[in-house]
Structures are given as structure tokens and as C-alpha cells.
């Protein structure tokens, strides 16, 4: 897909917030990556240019922030958290659960996440940064499954509402 | 003394040494002795100038401190815990501790931490013996771990780029490589990549840190995690033996220090010379040393025998070389004669060359440039300015070639001083360079037509009210500076930017800026090694040793010389066009390739197939000297010593690390012993008695004798006509304090022969004597345009110099051969390409008024329109097929292969 005249236009806007250029890099890859779904490596590339630096500097910043995802990753990101609260009320099984439910399914990722802030509703899960807990494997599958239906409106894959950006 | 409270420190930290205008001085106690220190100075800084070395990792004295390695701790009384002695700016009554227990369990535990992931590998690294962080982990650290798990694994080394390899277990992350590659060289193609414990040194893919100066992380990484290519596992650092020189890969004379093992060299690395190159080198400097064992060095002299050359001992080919020189100076007299080279050599060489020449045979024919420079009037006799004075300049005014080409060590430094220091800058030229980017105004003409936008910029700089538009920004920078930066010169770099118009454009926009009434001093961009060296020395036509003319010195010289030339001689184009046309008999070739490196191809072609006799004196063979009488085999960098003068005229000692193989001599020596055979004895008989010459003869060079070249590790800067004619000195540049506690990534030159001084300590100041005669001065005159421009061209030619070409050090280089150009390209942007209507690559017909030629068209954005460049260091067919020494400028016509293309005007 890419970017689109649309997407420069607002990426000239975000860029004229800040004094230095290059601190527009975390709002561009947000904006790539929900263009896209994932940051590709020619968005990564076209940011180096708007920015007057180098992909270098682009995947540097890109790839310390795991919200940041470098390869596709489907439509929803389902975090499972198996810190402490979470390992001891069954996080691991959920997690466990839902990977083997999944498994080969490219339009949805199970992914492991250490301490999401979510304790009092251990073992909790995120989708697209959305809090549910506490769940089980098939509470955890329902909502999935209304989120792929349409049942329910996913945030973007970087978390934003929708139409919120 | 009590400690000030931190609500009175400066609320703006300095990371550099603190600029002029800011000197205030303030007392500060460091384990118990108070010292002064200016305000503002890091503490890590302050402490080591006066001898208490803090460890660290990533504070690099020439880059913005990060505090990332966390390493330097230190107390501060009133400060709550430990301060990183890298980010602490000194302030008055400022009480430090270094070696505190709390600091020695910060220590430890740092250590203890950076060891948790670095393999112990050290008997197989390159760093081993030389680490910063086995000298400190030995000097600070706990001496045991407690970790006993697996450390992390990597494959390895992944190259990120043909020079520099890496070895990511080993990085500490200290961020000096990447720093480097943002700040100095302005090239951010490495980051950290990742976090935490998988953080890695990454490159972009298919994106490699290609940048000229990659080298440098090599030397500055405090562990192993990158080595170079061309040293891995060659040496152990205690089998290396030292000695401290200048390169010659260019002009600017980067000081450095050169290793070996076992007789050759295997490495070559910066050392951090204040006024000359921070410590930095290009990657041609660096890893041009290589070239020196190339297996087609000539190592025997040969004679023209049988139709072609065949070995002969030296003996008989001194015999048969002063056989012919005696031939022609008596059949045809001393001005059939002409000697061209000389620029690659040392200033023994040429001062020798030019007795020879001038005051044994007689003939002023000799030129050192191959008409690739300025007119030695000018270069000899302009107002110069220092490297230095590009820090503390009004502005900077850029008129010459692409410094990052040509001279990469005077681009960082320019860099430095634009961006760092905020140095406004000025970018006069027929296309774009690698400081462009960094220009206040780009001032673009067609190329041969620099005057226009020259006379424009002088006057705006001398004062005049109105301001036009595209000098609104410089002029603007250049207010706001004048707010810390009240004086000043305007540095003007002076170079040729292309080969394929006249030199007297440039001169006429020199006379400009020199005569506007703005206090411009120049500095030379001339690239070759020691052009400088050899003008100064008399390889110029009108000119004798010491910068001054035939008839000023004349009289003195006499004393010393057989004979002076009664009348000045011919320049390189002229040497070249009476030896085509059969008035000079004999062409002396100084280490030259006319051939391949004067401008005009064809002219020099005819010359050296018309000219009767040619002696010849290189390290390899060429096409120049295929109907030679005599070749002599020469020393080269590296194998002798001596001195050279780089662009400022700095005088600066060269070293010699190895000996050479085979039966190669020394350039003086050759000239000294053809001398005797022709019945004058020069009385010369080792390096330092030329130099001594040289300081006695030469009105320049007084009191540059061979015992201050050995103890100015910096060199010494002659004299200049018409101002301040002291000799600036310093004396080290190797501060000894940087080396206490075992700490030793500087390079340390080892004991032995060319111990600087040769082990005599030297004076705390010298006071040279003035010259005794006045030094020659450029009168700021050009010769005027004599036509105007033609303006119905196609395509205007600019030729110039790329860093890596067909020039011996790069192609006989193993590490950098892989990274040589040699076939030319015409080079034009996008709409002249489709205005040709002809596809990228697509091999096209070149015409100028030489010749036509065929070269493939690729598109370089980088290039204005009507113009096209071909770069000058290509093998044949290239530029020197399409440039007329004789015209102005050099026009093309392109004609694509099938169709004629309808030309626009």
C-alpha cells in the first residue's frame, strides 16, 4: 500500500509541530505503521527522506519499541501477559491457549508481554491495546471473535481509536 | 573552599573546550589539589590535563559527551550521589573526589556489569594488548565475576562495510562508533538498533556505513566489537614497533602513526594533532599503506635496451642518465631541458630536485604541478591562513574542488567548524559538493564563470547595504556570530574545482576576495601530497627555494648554488607542448605519469613520443615512461624519512617504518649523486643535512632545521609574506597524561631512531629568526578574460577528482581496491538526460574540440544543468581526451550512438 498524497499531506503537518524535524520519527511511524499494518521497509525509507536523515537512524528508533512491528502482523495483536499476577492466575495456559487456537492464522498474532498494568484483572489480555481480564481461553477466543466479525471496532494496530488520529 | 551550591551553577552546559571570549578561570579541588580550569570545562577533562586519569568508555575528547557507559563516576561535594565526571561542567570552588570507596564500588560494579556480556576472548582479538577495557578492567575493576551463566551469542563479524567489520558479543554500547558517524563525519548510516541486552550496532540493509572516514571507528571502539579488514589477525599490538609521521595519501598532512611487524606495515592510525586533524583519517589515508608492498614495485633500475626497458645496476644507470643530461645541455643547452613532478615526494627531495635542476644544470623549465593546480604566484604568495583559523573565521568561503573528495580531513574539519562551531559558510562552484549541505549560500555559475556571484559575495561581505536575496541567510549567520566572534579572517579554500577550464577564473575570484577589503586569508586546497612542500622549495617555474623569485633570490643563493637560472622558464603545459614540439630534448619525470595525470591527454601523449630523452624516477611503471632512457626505482612513504609541508605550509616530519626491499633510493639522493657525476658535489649525505640546507638557503625556511622538524610533532608553519612571521610551534601533540594508568587506545609511538628529537629534550619555546629577506608576495592581479564565454553549448565539462579512482594508493591497495572506480561516466541530472532522450547507462558520443569519445550517461541529481562531469582519476577514455589545455573552459557535444541529437541553444 504505502503512502499516500493524503498521508504526506498530514506527515508535513506532524513534522511542523516540532522544532527539529527528527522529532516527528515516533508520530511518522505510527502513522506508517497504521497505513500499513506493520512498518514497512519503504515507509521506513520515505520517513529518512522526510526527515532529512538516514534509514540507519529510521530503524534504530523503529526497532527499540516492540509496539513498533517490523514484519506483518495481521489485523488484531493479542497480548498475553504472563508477569508475576498473571503467571499465578494462568496467564501462561491462556497464553498457551490461544497460540496453538491461532497458529498459522495471519490476520491475528498472539504475542507474550511482561507486566501490562492490568494486575487487579490478571490474567489479562490486550487486543489492539485494549484491556480485557480477568479471561480464559474461550472468553479470550469470543472476543476475539467479535472483534474479526465486527461485532466489535478494533483500534488500530498502534492502538489509536479509530478516526481518532 | 567550600562547594557552591548548585542553584549558582551555569544553567547552559558546554561540552567543548570553551570558545575565545570565554576564558574565565575557576579553582578547583581534585583529590586534594586545587587547580584552575577554565569555566565550563569538563571535569573529566580538568582532571586529566592535570594528571588523575578517570576511566571511561565512552567520552571521546572530539565528540558531545553521552554518559552512556557510566564509568567515570566520580564525588562532588553537594551533589547527591555520584556525577558523571564526562557531563560535569567545572564551576567555581568545586570540590571532587576520585577515588573514593563509594567510587570504587561504582567502579567495580560498572565493570562487573560490561563483562556480564563481553566474551573473554582476548588471546584471538585484535584489541587484546591494546583494550581500554582490559587496561581498566586490570586498573578499576573487581578482578572476579559473579555471573556464571552463558553469555549471549551472535553470528560473527558482520561487515558493515568493505572496510570495517563487527563483532556485536563484544560491544559495550558505548556509542562512540555511532556518534562519530552523526557528529564528525556527518554520515549517520550506523545506529543502536534494538534495546536492552539484544542492543546491536546495526546497519540499514542494503545500506553500509560506505562513508569515507569509517575507519576511525575502528580506532576510537575503547573494545574489539570493530576491527578493520585489513589488520584482523595480522599483528599482536606488542609485536607492532611504531613511529610517528604525516600521511601522504593528500595534502593536509593528517599526523599519524605507523606500525609494523616484521618488516612490513600493517596499519596506520590518526593521532590527534590540535591544529591539523583531530586525531581523524580519511579511509584512503588509513588504509592506503598497503600499496606500499605491492608486488609490481619497482625495485631495480632500468635502461631502454633492445626496444624496450631491461634491469641495470645503479651504477650504470646513473652513468647513462648523466650521459644524457650532459648530451642535451651541451648539444642544445640547459633550456632543452624540463623536470615535471615532484609533488609526491618530500621536501628533501625537491629542495635537492631543484638545486639539481636549477642550480647545477641551470634549466628553469620545472614545474611540480601538472597543470592540474593555481599559478605557484599565487599559491607562494598569497595571504594564508591555518586550518585553525577556519574555527575562529568571520566565514568560511568555499572555492575549489569538493573538499570531501579530495581533501576528506579539511571537509571534517570545515564541517566542524560550520556546524559545531557555527562557522557561516559559503559554497562558490559550478556543482554540488559534500559541504553544500551545510552552506549558508550555495553560489552556483557555469563552470569557467565563477566572477559574477564572487564580486556579488565580496561586496555584501565588505559591508554593502543592500542585501540580495540568496546572501540574506549568510549574511544574517555571519551577524549573529559577530555577537561571539567579533574579528576575524574570511578563510577562503583555494583550490581548482575542475581541470577541464583554466586556472585563471579561479585566480581572477581569488584577486576578488582578496582585494575586497575584507581581511580574506586563503588556504590551499591543492590535493596532492606535498605540492606545497615542492613549491615552496623551488620546483616552479621563476621561483627558487624558500618563496622567493629568481631575481630576489638570486644573489644569496649563489653563495651555495654552482648557478641560477638567468631567466624564468616554462610551466608544465608549456614544458609539455616544446617537448611536443621538439625545442626540449629532455623530460625529467619527478614520480609523474603526464599521461595519465595532465589535464590535456593528447598534448602530453605527443610530448613524451616527440621528446628525444626521458629519465624517469617512479615506484611503479607507467605509460608515461614506456620510451624512457633511464627509470630509477624510489623510495616511498613509509620506507623514508624526512619532512613534507601540507596545505598551510606546516612543516611535519615523516617517519620511516620499514626498509625498503630491493634497491630502491631515495629521490635527493638520486639528484646528489647525478650532481657529482656531472662534476658538482652537492655535499649531501643523509636527510637531515638537507634540511639543514634548507633552513640555511631557503629565506622561508630559516630556523626550520632538522632538530626542530624532529621536535615540532605538530610541525612548524613557515612564515608568511606581509604578516606575523613567527613560527608557530607545538611540540606535542602526544600529551602524556592521556596515557597514565595503562589506558592506551592513543597511539603510542615506540622508542627507536626516529624518537622525535632523536632523544634530545628540547627547549620550552623556540624563537626562530626572522627571515632576512623580504618573501614573495601575490599581487592580487589574474590575467584579464581575454574572450567571452561561447554560449551556444550543449554541455559544459567539469572534471574533478573522486577519493577512490585508478591513483596508485587506491588500485594497489587490497582493502580499497575493491572500492575503486575506474571507468569514467558522463555524469548529468535527470532533464539533461531527457533532453538527450536517452536511457541511464546507455553509452553515449562525447565531442569537445579534442576529441570524441564514448562514455555511458548515468544521472547524478547532484549536477546543474548544462553541465556534465566525468571525474579526471579514471583509466582511459575519460576527461583528459576532451580538455584542450589551451581553452578556457570545455565544451560538449553529446551524440547518442544510433541518432544525431538536435543540439538546443
Known amino acids: 500500500m504505502g503512502f499516500t498524497d493524503e498521508d504526506r499531506v498530514r506527515a508535513r503537518a506532524i513534522i511542523d509541530r516540532y522544532p527539529h524535524a527528527k522529532s516527528a520519527m515516533l508520530p511518522l511511524l505510527l502513522l506508517a505503521q497504521d497505513r500499513d499494518g506493520w512498518v514497512t521497509p519503504e515507509a521506513m525509507e520515505e520517513i529518512a527522506v522526510w526527515l532529512g536523515t538516514t534509514p540507519a537512524l529510521v530503524l534504530g528508533t523503529c526497532s527499540f519499541y516492540t509496539m513498533l512491528k517490523r514484519e506483518p502482523v495481521g489485523d ?53 491495546y485494549e484491556y480485557y481480564g480477568p479471561v480464559d481461553t474461550t472468553a479470550a477466543v469470543d472476543i476475539i471473535e467479535q472483534y474479526r466479525s465486527g461485532a466489535l471496532q478494533a483500534r488500530t494496530i498502534s492502538g489509536s481509536s479509530r478516526g481518532a488520529k | 573552599m567550600s562547594s557552591v551550591p548548585i542553584s549558582q551553577w551555569p544553567s547552559e552546559y558546554k561540552y567543548s573546550a570553551p570558545v575565545a571570549g570565554d576564558t574565565e578561570m575557576v579553582n578547583v579541588t581534585i583529590d586534594g589539589v586545587e587547580v584552575q580550569a577554565p569555566r565550563g570545562e569538563l571535569l573529566i577533562k580538568v582532571a586529566q590535563d592535570y594528571g588523575t586519569y578517570i576511566p571511561r568508555f565512552c567520552y571521546h575528547e572530539r565528540m558531545k559527551p553521552v554518559g552512556m557507559c557510566r564509568m567515570c563516576l566520580v564525588e562532588v561535594e553537594g551533589m547527591r550521589g555520584l556525577q558523571i565526571s564526562c557531563a560535569t561542567p567545572v564551576v567555581e570552588g568545586m570540590v571532587v573526589t576520585t577515588q573514593s570507596p563509594d567510587v570504587k564500588e561504582a567502579q567495580d560494579g560498572v565493570l562487573e556489569f560490561l563483562l556480564i556480556n563481553h566474551p573473554l576472548d582476548c588471546p584471538v582479538c585484535d584489541r587484546g594488548g591494546e583494550c581500554p577495557l582490559q587496561d581498566q578492567t586490570l586498573a578499576f575493576g573487581p578482578g572476579e ?19 570495517v567489520l563487527l563483532d556485536r558479543e563484544r560491544c559495550i554500547q558505548c556509542g562512540r562508533c555511532t556518534r562519530f558517524a552523526a557528529e564528525v563525519a556527518g554520515d549517520p548510516l550506523i545506529d543502536f538498533g534494538g534495546r536492552g541486552s539484544s542492543t546491536e550496532v546495526i546497519t540499514y540493509p542494503g545500506a553500509p556505513f560506505s562513508s569515507y572516514f569509517s575507519g576511525n571507528v575502528v580506532q576510537i571502539c575503547p573494545v574489539g566489537a570493530l576491527t578493520a579488514r585489513s589488520y584482523r589477525f595480522k599483528a599482536r599490538p606488542w609485536d607492532l614497533s611504531a613511529v610517528e609521521t604525516s600521511c601522504q595519501s593528500c595534502s593536509v598532512g593528517c599526523r599519524g602513526v605507523l606500525d609494523s611487524a616484521s618488516n612490513r606495515l600493517v596499519r596506520f592510525l590518526g593521532v590527534d594533532s590540535e591544529p591539523v586533524n583531530h586525531g581523524w583519517l580519511c579511509d584512503k589515508g588509513r588504509y592506503g599503506y598497503e600499496w606500499v608492498h605491492a608486488k609490481d614495485r619497482l625495485n631495480i633500475p632500468l635502461v631502454a635496451r633492445g ?15 648523466t650521459s644524457v643530461i650532459r648530451d642535451v645541455f651541451d648539444k642544445h643547452g640547459a633550456k632543452a631541458i624540463g623536470v615535471l613532478g615532484g609533488a609526491q615526494g618530500t621536501n628533501e627531495d625537491a629542495y635537492a630536485w631543484a638545486r639539481l635542476a636549477k642550480g647545477v644544470i641551470g634549466t628553469d623549465n620545472v614545474d611540480a604541478q601538472l597543470g592540474d593546480g593555481l599559478p605557484a604566484e599565487v599559491v607562494i604568495g598569497m595571504e594564508r591562513a591555518t586550518i585553525a583559523d577556519l574555527d575562529s573565521a568571520r566565514a568560511i568561503v568555499l572555492l575549489g574542488p569538493d573538499l570531501k573528495e579530495e581533501l576528506p580531513v579539511l571537509y571534517l574539519r570545515v564541517r566542524r567548524a560550520a556546524v559545531d562551531l557555527g562557522v557561516p559558510l559559503v559554497d562558490i562552484g559550478a556543482s554540488n559538493t559534500g559541504l553544500t549541505p551545510y552552506a549558508q549560500a550555495v553560489l552556483r555559475h557555469l563552470p569557467g564563470d565563477p566572477e559574477a556571484v564572487t564580486e556579488k559575495l565580496a561586496a555584501a561581505l565588505a559591508g554593502q547595504p543592500t542585501r540580495p536575496d540568496e546572501l540574506r541567510p549568510l549574511l544574517e549567520a555571519i551577524d549573529k556570530r559577530a555577537l561571539i566572534q567579533k574579528e576575524g579572517p574570511v578563510v577562503v579554500v583555494l583550490g581548482r574545482s575542475s581541470v577541464a577550464e583554466a586556472a585563471d577564473a579561479t585566480v581572477r575570484a581569488a584577486a576578488i576576495l582578496a582585494q575586497a577589503g575584507i581581511s580574506a586569508k586563503f588556504l590551499s586546497a591543492l590535493p596532492t601530497a606535498n605540492v606545497h612542500g615542492a613549491l615552496d622549495l623551488g620546483l616552479a617555474p621563476g621561483f627558487l627555494p624558500g618563496r622567493v623569485t629568481l631575481a630576489a633570490g638570486r644573489d644569496e643563493l649563489a653563495k651555495t648554488w654552482a648557478r641560477v637560472p638567468e631567466e624564468q622558464g616554462l610551466g608544465a603545459a608549456k ?248 571507468t569514467a561516466q558522463l555524469r548529468v541530472n535527470e532533464r539533461e538526460r531527457d533532453r538527450l532522450g536517452v536511457a541511464d547507462g546507455e553509452v553515449v558520443r562525447v565531442i569537445s574540440s579534442r576529441s570524441s569519445i564514448e562514455l555511458p550517461l548515468v544521472v547524478d541529481p547532484s549536477v546543474p544543468e548544462r553541465v556534465a562531469l566525468v571525474a579526471i582519476n579514471r583509466d582511459a577514455p575519460g576527461a583528459s581526451d576532451l580538455v584542450d589545455i589551451n581553452e578556457s573552459v570545455t565544451d560538449l557535444r553529446i551524440e547518442t550512438l544510433s541518432k544525431p541529437v538536435i543540439k538546443e541553444s
Not at chain 2, 565475576?145 to 572496510?163: A, N, Q, Y
Not at chain 2, 645496476?313 to 647513462?320: G, R, Y
Request: aromatic content about 6%; proline content about 7%; some cysteine.
Open chain 1, 76 to 128: 488484531l495483536v493479542v497480548s498475553v501477559c504472563t508477569n508475576i499476577a498473571c503467571l499465578v492466575n494462568r496467564g501462561p495456559e491462556l497464553l498457551d491457549g490461544l497460540r496453538s487456537r491461532y497458529e498459522g492464522d495471519t490476520a491475528i498474532m498472539v504475542e507474550e508481554v511482561e507486566c501490562i498494568a492490568a494486575c487487579d484483572r490478571a490474567p489479562a489480555i490486550q487486543i489492539n
Open chain 2, 145 to 163: 565475576s559473579r555471573f556464571v551463566e552463558e553469555k549471549r551469542h551472535f553470528e560473527k563479524p558482520i561487515p558493515i562495510s568493505d572496510l
Open chain 2, 307 to 321: 626496444g624496450g626497458l631491461v634491469p641495470e645496476s645503479w651504477p650504470q644507470a646513473l652513468e647513462l642518465a
Open chain 2, 575 to 822: 614544458i609539455l607542448a616544446n617537448a611536443a614540439g621538439g625545442e626540449i630534448k629532455l623530460l625529467v619525470l619527478l614520480n609523474c605519469d603526464p599521461i595519465a595525470d595532465f589535464p590535456d591527454g593528447q598534448l602530453a601523449k605527443d610530448a613524451l613520443k616527440n621528446v628525444e630523452h626521458v629519465i624517469s624516477l617512479n615506484s611503479f611503471t607507467n605509460e608515461s615512461m614506456r620510451h624512457a632512457d633511464v627509470v630509477f626505482p624510489i623510495t616511498v612513504w613509509g620506507e623514508q624519512r624526512g619532512s613534507i609541508s601540507n596545505i598551510e605550509g606546516r612543516v611535519a616530519r615523516l617517519g620511516r617504518k620499514i626498509t625498503p626491499d630491493g634497491s630502491t633510493m631515495e629521490p635527493w639522493r638520486i639528484a646528489t649523486e647525478l650532481a657529482a657525476r656531472l662534476g658538482h658535489e652537492m655535499d649531501l649525505e643523509s636527510f637531515t643535512e638537507v634540511q639543514d640546507e634548507i633552513a640555511q638557503v631557503a629565506p622561508a625556511f630559516v630556523g626550520v632545521d632538522s632538530k626542530l622538524i624532529s621536535w615540532a610533532r605538530d610541525g612548524a608553519v613557515l612564515p608568511v609574506a606581509d604578516h606575523a612571521a613567527e613560527i608557530t610551534l607545538a611540540l606535542s601533540s602526544l600529551d602524556q597524561n592521556k596515557r597514565s594508568a595503562g589506558v592506551s587506545w592513543e597511539p603510542i609511538p615506540t622508542s627507536g631512531e626516529d624518537t622525535p628529537g632523536n632523544g634530545a629534550v628540547p627547549p620550552a619555546v623556540i624563537s626562530p629568526p626572522r627571515p632576512a629577506q623580504a618573501l614573495y608576495s601575490w599581487a592580487k592581479q589574474a590575467p584579464e578574460r581575454t574572450a567571452a564565454l561561447a554560449d551556444s553549448y550543449s554541455l559544459r565539462l567539469v572534471a574533478s577528482r573522486t577519493l577512490y579512482g585508478n591513483d596508485l594508493i587506491t588500485t594497489q591497495s587490497p582493502s580499497l581496491a575493491r572500492l575503486a572506480t575506474v
